[in-house]
């Protein structure tokens, strides 16, 4: 499973903004959009990495 990044906000818009944010800076694309979190009423957004053009194959690099 890839790692998954996710946003909460107070706002819809403010979920977004963030959300979109982070995908141009660290090359993610959108996971789920802006949805209202049952039980805490805050905005929730996930993003995850892109898929690699081909696949990378040994121990991570840093």
Same mark, same amino acid.
């Given at each position: 499973?890839?790692?998954?990044?996710?946003?909460?906000?107070?706002?819809?818009?403010?979920?977004?903004?963030? !959300? =979109? @944010?982070?995908?141009?800076?660290?090359?993610?694309?959108?996971?789920?959009? /802006?949805?209202?979190?049952?039980?805490?009423?805050?905005? !929730? =957004? @996930?993003?995850?990495?892109?898929?690699?053009?081909?696949?990378?194959?040994? /121990?991570?690099?840093?």
């Amino acid at each position: 499973m890839p790692t998954v990044y996710m946003v909460q906000a107070d706002s819809q818009e403010e979920c977004a903004a963030e !959300l =979109a @944010r982070m995908c141009t800076a660290f090359d993610l694309q959108p996971l789920l959009p /802006p949805t209202r979190s049952t039980g805490t009423e805050r905005w !929730l =957004a @996930r993003a995850t990495a892109k898929a690699p053009e081909r696949e990378v194959r040994g /121990p991570a690099v840093r």
